[in-house]
């Protein structure tokens, strides 16, 4: 099998941990202060009813059950032995700390977890919370999940955020020093935005010294501000090719440390408008190592720490 051209992070935890290791993802029924009147009602423009997880708590779905479930399809898949709670629908910070404390306690009583990932924004956080989750990091590997989509305000304003790029760094900063690795979610293709768009955001969460990135391609989702956007303005997310072309450049500007934790969407498919070919992930994610191999490039080749 030819070698990755990044820093993926199944590659990371093998080695961390002896063995393959998968997340299971979690709704854990938290709400988002873009939903529920405090920021706004409608949420980011991408984002639908479900706040990207499987609306399992609506369906009335235990923390517990969710986490036997997946662990089941995963060993069965990927043969898989230990696992992650990764809280990841809305924003799973959002909430009393000893809500937070019950609903984490929960995902990792089971033996087989070996980590804890948290989704949620940069506006979310605060001293008692990560005081809260680093503690869980003397028995599990942690990981927080920042949503910031953009390095740019401007484009944050235009996608409803709700937050700025200031926001995050503050929050990161609050995180750092702490027994917590920063993982950084990004969203190519965004309205407005331009390949050196997405390249300036690369180098602002490199620059900020943190452990990992999530790279998400932009689809449009049934029901949500997007999908009218788009059928009122025209708006069309990336094609393939210009989308690979841009992870690629994306990685060469990454620091060749950062972990990579996904390269692309991963839409269900009786909800997706478009593009298309947002249902071809394992292509896509070939697509991206061919590119690199005749590039003869990598994660990092031209990365420069800059001032910002």
């Not at 309205?191 to 969460?205: C, F, H, M, N, Y």
């Amino acid at each position: 099998m030819t070698a990755r051209r990044y820093n993926d992070l199944s590659s990371y935890l093998r080695k961390r941990f002896g063995c393959r290791v998968q997340k299971i993802t979690i709704d854990a029924g938290f709400s988002c202060p873009n939903r529920d009147g405090t920021l706004s009602s409608v949420g980011c423009i991408y984002c639908d009813s479900k706040g990207s997880g499987s609306g399992a708590a609506d369906r009335g779905e235990s923390i517990g059950e969710q986490i036997q479930r997946g662990k089941a399809r995963l060993a069965a898949r990927y043969k898989a032995k230990k696992f992650m709670a990764y809280f990841q629908a809305f924003t799973n910070t959002y909430a009393p700390c000893d809500v937070l404390r019950n609903r984490y306690g929960t995902a990792l009583a089971d033996p087989d977890m070996v980590g804890l990932a948290i989704g949620t924004r940069p506006d979310c956080v605060d001293e008692e919370k990560l005081a809260l989750i680093e503690s869980y990091g003397t028995t599990h590997m942690v990981w927080m999940e920042y949503g910031l989509q953009s390095a740019h305000n401007q484009t944050l304003r235009k996608i409803n955020r709700g937050h700025t790029y200031e926001d995050f760094v503050h929050a990161v900063r609050l995180t750092q020093g702490r027994n917590i690795m920063i993982c950084a979610h990004v969203i190519l293709g965004l309205p407005g935005e331009s390949k050196q768009d997405v390249l300036d955001t690369a180098r602002a969460i490199t620059d900020l010294g943190i452990e990992g990135v999530k790279i998400h391609s932009l689809y449009v989702l049934r029901d949500t501000p997007l999908a009218r956007i788009s059928q009122t303005t025209g708006f069309k997310t990336l094609d393939q090719c210009t989308y690979v072309d841009w992870v690629v450049a994306f990685l060469e500007h990454l620091s060749a440390d950062i972990i990579v934790q996904r390269l692309t969407g991963d839409p269900y498919g009786a909800d997706l408008v478009e593009p298309a070919w947002a249902l071809k992930k394992q292509q896509t994610l070939s697509l991206i190592q061919q590119a690199l191999e005749e590039k003869g490039s990598r994660q990092g080749c031209l990365y420069r720490h800059s001032k910002r």
